[in-house]
Nanobody, 122 residues
């Protein structure tokens, strides 16, 4: 079992920045690819970014490419999402996810965190 706890959400004005963190516990962190997903009110959960176990492979949704950066610190069992130039349409609950996967950066969601709210005002 992997336990994921997100933090760092909040209210920010458009054009601002936030950094989300996801602390993992319970299993060997480097056995897992990690990802961030988000769900806006009335919409389905969508992919934001993923990163492989070593931190050398990353993938981004087109909507966040160039503005968001995913990274991980394997010594701290933590994955981050740096969000710059935030837009009102980025408003959502952001979820951290983990997959037992040392081959790719794909994350389908073996484990999920509880989510953290990000609100971007215009």
């Amino acid at each position: 079992q992997v336990h994921l706890v997100e933090s760092g959400g909040g209210l920010v004005q458009a054009g601002g920045s936030l950094q989300l963190s996801c602390a993992a516990s319970g299993r060997t962190f480097t056995d897992y690819s990690m990802g961030w997903f988000r769900q806006a009110p009335g919409k389905e959960r969508e992919f934001v970014a993923t990163i492989n176990w070593a931190g050398v492979l990353t993938y981004y949704a087109d909507s966040v490419k160039g503005r968001f950066t995913i990274s991980r610190d394997n010594a701290k069992n933590t994955v981050y999402l740096q969000m710059n130039n935030l837009k009102p349409e980025d408003t959502a609950v952001y979820y951290c996810a983990a997959d037992f996967n040392r081959l790719t950066a794909v994350v389908r969601g073996d484990y999920w965190g509880q989510g953290t709210q990000v609100t971007v005002s215009s």
